[in-house]
């Protein structure tokens, strides 16, 4: 079976670009999530979404949106991109909560210049 | 607010030696407890997990206890490997008010086993 898969693996933007990451959840996960790590720390939450609805979001600025499809996958939108936003940008499924553990992909590299 | 408190890093260690990164949290509500293992250019993985206090979690030689009165989840290992050589994070979830949605992470234990 599948994974979580993230597209792309790596990219690399100019400071004030729009970006746009793709995640793709294990068959049968409904809720997705997205992480942001620097580096050097741990992951922080930007959003979740469960049955296509937002349920939370983290202390992010409104640049960062985004949306689940009807086929469960997902993407995260930053615009305005700023040189802090480089990280590595982790996508995580799981069947209902985070309870069950969530099943992290390999995430996308982002570097703004 | 949620938060979780790692020993620092990095920790270096001999193979068969034993391990332990301890990790502590402050959470508003009962919290259910994670070890993640992540290691070099990859994404996080489940190492294991505990729901309730004095669960044991355990996974891969791997074991944490669930301790409410010490609110702590340390990781112990009695024999590390070169391939245990990663980062780990111990993290969190609270089900408060319906917020079951997200992991609160410690800021990870870069962990290198040396043969």
């Known amino acids: 079976d599948a994974g979580v898969t993230q597209s792309p693996t790596h990219l690399i933007k100019t400071r004030g670009q729009h970006v746009t990451l793709r995640c793709s959840p294990i068959?049968?996960?409904?809720?997705v999530s997205w992480y942001q790590q620097v580096l050097g720390q741990g992951p922080q939450f930007i959003f979740q979404?469960?049955?296509?609805?937002?349920?939370g979001r983290g202390n992010f600025p409104d640049r960062f949106s985004a949306r689940q499809f009807p086929n469960y996958s997902s993407e995260l939108n930053v615009n305005a991109l700023l040189l802090g936003d480089s990280a590595l940008y982790l996508c995580?499924?799981?069947?209902?909560?985070?309870?069950?553990?969530?099943?992290f992909g390999s995430g996308t590299r982002l570097t703004v210049v | 607010g949620d938060s979780v408190t790692q020993m620092e890093g990095p920790v270096t260690l001999s193979e068969e030696a034993f391990l332990t990164i301890n990790c502590t949290y402050t959470?508003?509500?009962?919290?259910?407890l994670f070890w993640y293992v992540q290691y070099p250019g990859e994404g996080l993985q489940l190492l294991l997990k505990?729901?309730?206090?004095?669960d044991k979690g355990s996974n891969k030689g791997f074991e944490a206890t669930y301790r409410k009165e010490t609110t702590s989840f340390h990781l112990e290992k009695g024999s590390v490997q070169v391939s245990d050589s990663a980062v780990y994070f111990c993290?969190?979830?609270?089900?408060?008010?319906?917020?079951?949605?997200?992991?609160?992470f410690g800021k990870g234990t870069l962990l290198t086993v040396n043969p």
């Open positions: 995580a499924s799981s069947l209902v909560g985070a309870n069950y553990g969530y099943t």
């Open positions: 068959s049968g996960h409904k809720s």
């Open positions: 979404y469960y049955e296509k609805e937002e349920r």
């Open positions: 959470a508003t509500g009962y919290p259910s």
């Open positions: 505990a729901t309730k206090a004095d």
């Open positions: 993290a969190l979830t609270t089900n408060s008010g319906g917020s079951n949605y997200k992991l609160t």
